[in-house]
């Protein structure tokens, strides 16, 4: 596995022709997103440092403010021959409000051609689709090899469930393992999104809406569900964490290249 390595954290890696890239964190809340991508908004990063970058581990620290919290996390990778581990645990600086907690991958279209997770089966075309299961497995396999993702911890507290999801986006293959808000949520949030505008309303006009017969069932997730080119309308739950508290994920990803 050839793996460059930047700031701490796995930039790119290749085996082969399969191809892997942006691996890191993602996080929000109501009026923040946090990402490694250009799309990141309203959260600050405090402090960033890497102590350790490659050839063979990475570790990446950090503190970030958002719009509704603030909270440190420790980024940790390591390189072998035909597998790259990724570990990311985040601490609670103040009490937060989360839509979710994401360790993600990767991959260009071309690495692979059908994705396989929980009894779904299906290629790239360019959907946009969230295949998501409360499943700790999923692979991706075409001409140049296999990839198996193994979601191998998930420190939920009482607020989170584990899910995985493989999505056919326009950018390639996204693998995000993610903690996803259960109920009861701290707070219910329906939002709009498009390009010119962000309407976000707050919990209890939320609820209002969606105790209205038909309306929760339309909504809950809507975005997701309907892959490119879908309303980006859609509610979901917030996940209340105290000060304190520490979430994580961790996941291995397994290669076998032709």
């Known amino acids: 596995m050839e793996c460059d390595w930047v700031e701490g954290l796995p930039a790119a890696i290749r085996i082969g022709a399969i191809e892997g890239t942006a691996f890191g964190i993602e996080t929000a809340d109501r009026h923040s997103f946090f990402t490694f991508a250009p799309e990141r908004y309203g959260a600050r990063i405090i402090d960033d440092q890497a102590p350790f970058i490659g050839p063979e581990t990475g570790e990446r620290h950090l503190s970030v403010e958002m719009a509704e919290g ?3 996390a420790k980024i940790t990778s390591a390189v072998s021959p035909q597998r790259l581990m990724l570990k990311a645990s985040l601490t609670t600086l103040s009490p937060s409000l989360f839509q979710d907690f994401v360790l993600r991958a990767v991959f260009s279209r071309d690495s692979f051609t059908e994705a396989k997770i929980g009894g779904d089966r299906f290629g790239h075309e360019g959907r946009d689709l969230y295949h998501q299961h409360p499943v700790p497995r999923a692979s991706l396999s075409g001409p ?59 919990d209890g006009a939320s609820r209002a809406l969606l105790a209205l017969p038909g309306v929760g069932r339309a909504l809950w997730y809507a975005a997701e569900r309907g892959g490119a080119g879908a309303l980006q309308l859609q509610a979901s739950g917030l996940a209340g964490v105290p000060a304190g508290e520490t979430l994580a994920l961790a996941m291995e990803l397994d290669f076998d290249g032709h």
């Open 144 to 202: 140049h090899g296999t990839v198996t993702v193994r979601v191998t911890e998930a420190a939920t507290g009482p607020w989170f469930e584990q899910v995985l999801y493989v999505r056919d986006a326009p950018e390639g293959w996204v693998v995000h393992a993610r903690l996803l808000p259960k109920p009861p949520y701290a707070q219910l949030w329906i939002r709009w999104f498009t390009r010119f505008f962000r309407l976000s309303l707050p």
């Open 70 to 72: 603030a909270w440190e």
